[in-house]
């Protein structure tokens, strides 16, 4: 089983960045496509941004041109680099397998919470 394990997050004023890191154990990461899931109150759970093994990323419209995934397959960590962030970019962060099977166990996440 996969154990996922989401930082980096914190209280951060509007127009800040922040850097989220997922380490994940287990041999199946480094060919896996993996997504960051953003998670607010009264709504599901969403996917913000993906990325392929290979490094092909996509993002939701909302994120676009301000959110950036990457990964090190050598770490088997992913990354969410989140500029010029809103406050409607508050919630709960958590890694896990990019849409399309059955996802591994959720970590704790990461709370970011912006600051109007």
């Known amino acids: 089983q996969v154990q996922l394990v989401e930082s980096g997050g914190g209280l951060v004023q509007a127009g800040g960045s922040l850097r989220l890191s997922c380490a994940a154990s287990g041999r199946l990461f480094n060919i896996l496509p993996m997504g960051w899931y953003r998670q607010t109150p009264g709504k599901q759970r969403e996917l913000v941004a993906s990325?392929?093994?290979?490094?092909?990323?996509q993002y939701a419209d909302s994120v676009k041109g301000r959110f950036t995934i990457s990964r090190d397959n050598a770490k088997k960590t992913v990354y969410l680099q989140m500029n010029s962030l809103k406050f409607e970019d508050t919630g709960v962060y958590y890694c896990?397998?990019?849409?399309?099977?059955?996802?591994?166990?959720w970590g704790q996440g990461t709370q970011v919470t912006v600051s109007s």
């Open positions: 896990n397998k990019a849409p399309g099977g059955i996802p591994w166990d």
């Open positions: 990325i392929t093994s290979g490094g092909t990323t």
